[in-house]
């Protein structure tokens, strides 16, 4: 594409920003995007007479039968099916789900579902190897943890928990939330849970030519380039991305190539940004998702196309929609003509 | 709030104008630029064709915050010393399960970056497992110069430690404290 062509679709694109700004402040709040995954208010209900033999997610028998036990609990504290599959997850990664009567190096004191140590906060002997007690034990704590809800299934644990790895949960989330949703119906509705399910699943971009893929889906709402300053009227601020509708709150937004998550911050007005290093000297920076839905970690590895992030509303925004922006060796440039350079319309 | 600060880049903006008469980046790649880390197959349009932001406007996205070029970090011999020296540091710090909360937090905590500080800062050092490092850390990944994965030999086996910088000014700090597959 040459400039002339870019030229044409900048003038063009202008009007339509401010109409898009205006629309996405009349439609769009600043809700998070559909929550995904264990309800945060409902409590899953199950009856103790009728857990299957399984195997469910690789766990059979005795395993189900305290799986069971721990979502009682929970019921009985009216905790929502997150605390509750949370506290599956703890145990799968404490015990494997098993009431052990032994600890291990960092705590030989360690012991049960949960291997609570005989440190005076997990009661006696007793209530540490009663799967209902122990697990009442557990969800008190975890009861205090403050907006638990916003934080990852493994952090709560953790905080509860207060072992020495604060990921090491994460490896067992699915295998709960299968076992729960196997066991369990959401009180009120008799229904069986099925946010495993229904979660929305994750959205591949499309590659160019050339393997790029484009950030997120257009139109652009607001271009790259030099602003006047609506009060001074001096040419000093710039917009040094390009903003995207990005499918509105929610949205996909796409690793535009292969490269590695170097730093997820918020800018200085809570603006949650993603930053991926394509190497070479090229980065590319993903803005205003909010902090839950950014599904990449720091230090992962990303590929071309791949969802990395639901478009949000964070930081100063008037409404969901993605700033995406390009760095060559430290410096920002044109993410159109960027991306048209490696063959991709933006 | 913003006034002050949007006049002030208004000042900067004018100096910097008078200064240069062209937008001002990094200069370009010489034959001694420090040694690139594993080049993508792709190749970069020359960044003049790009429209490069001139330095000292303000951000939009960030009212009162003005924009200056990012100091790219490169892979050379001072950062991998920096790297695997901070990745000891950071070690001798976490492995001290003897140590009252407070003392072992207050050594640990600015060896981390704010997010790992969130998330260290709930761990009760009596459940560490881990009590002395065994050898010398070494430096296992290179694929980004923001990013640097160590091996740590300890007495329970090889932690893995995740590290990143910002920038090329700015230091090594922890990610994640990973322990050997079996210890918690």
């Known amino acids: ?346 | 709030m913003r006034r002050p600060l949007a006049m002030a880049c208004a000042t900067i903006v004018l100096i910097w104008a008078s200064g240069c008469g062209s937008p001002a980046g990094p200069p370009p790649t010489s034959d001694s630029a420090p040694e690139q880390t594993a080049h993508p197959s792709w190749s970069l349009p020359p960044v003049e064709g790009l429209s490069p932001a001139p330095a000292g406007v303000e951000d939009d996205t960030q009212p009162g915050v003005t924009i200056t070029p990012l100091a790219v970090p490169t892979w050379d011999a001072a950062s991998r010393a920096a790297a695997v020296g901070r990745a000891a540091e950071i070690m001798t710090a976490f492995a001290r399960p003897a140590r009252p909360y407070e003392d072992w937090w207050a050594d640990l905590a600015p060896l981390l970056s704010e997010q790992a500080q969130q998330d260290y800062s709930f761990v009760d050092p009596a459940n560490i497992p881990v009590s002395a490092l065994t050898g010398d850390p070494v430096l296992v990944d290179e694929s980004s110069a923001f990013l640097a994965r160590v091996e740590v030999p300890t007495d329970v086996g090889v932690y893995e430690l995740l590290l990143s910088r910002t920038d090329a000014t700015a230091p090594w700090v922890g990610e994640s404290i990973t322990p050997p597959a079996g210890v918690n």
């Open chain 1, 1 to 346: 594409m040459d400039r002339k062509t870019t030229t044409g679709l900048l003038v063009l694109v202008l009007p339509l920003s401010l109409i898009g700004l205006v629309f996405g402040m009349l439609l769009f709040g600043s809700t998070s995007s559909a929550a995904c995954g264990p309800s945060t208010s409902a409590s899953v209900t199950i009856d103790l007479a009728t857990v299957p033999d399984g195997p469910i997610a690789g766990f059979s028998g005795d395993q189900l039968i305290n799986a069971a036990y721990i979502i009682t609990a929970g019921h009985d504290l009216a905790l929502s099916e997150r605390d509750q599959t949370i506290g599956v997850m703890t145990a799968i990664g404490e015990s494997s789900l098993l009431v052990l009567d032994y600890g291990d190096a960092a705590g030989p004191d360690s012991r049960g579902l949960f291997q609570q140590r005989d440190n005076g906060a997990w009661g006696s002997y007793a209530d540490r190897m009663d799967p209902y007690i122990s697990a009442t034990n557990f969800f008190r704590v975890l009861a205090t943890v403050e907006n638990r809800d916003s934080l990852s299934p493994t952090q709560v644990a953790h905080r509860v928990q207060r072992n020495a790895n604060p990921n090491h949960y994460a490896p067992y989330w699915d295998a709960a939330v299968q076992i729960v949703t196997a066991l369990g119906t959401l009180e009120g509705t008799g229904a069986r849970p099925v946010s495993a399910v229904s979660c929305d699943p994750l959205i591949p971009g499309t590659l160019s030519a050339s393997g790029w893929s484009r950030p997120a889906d257009g139109p652009i709402t607001s271009p790259y380039g030099m602003r006047v300053d609506p009060v001074t009227g001096s040419f000093t601020l710039m917009h040094i991305g390009t903003d995207l509708n990005a499918g509105g709150c929610g949205g996909p937004i796409w690793a535009i190539q292969d490269g590695h998550v170097s730093r997820i911050w918020a800018d200085s007005y809570g603006g949650w940004t993603v930053q991926v290093d394509h190497n070479g000297g090229v980065l590319s920076e993903y803005k205003h998702s909010y902090r839950s839905d950014i599904l990449v970690r720091i230090g992962e590895p990303v590929t071309a196309g791949q969802q990395i992030a639901r478009t949000g509303n964070s930081g100063w925004s008037t409404g969901c929609h993605l700033h995406f922006a390009v760095l060559i060796d430290g410096v920002n440039v044109s993410p159109e003509l960027f991306m048209q350079s490696v063959g991709v319309e933006l």
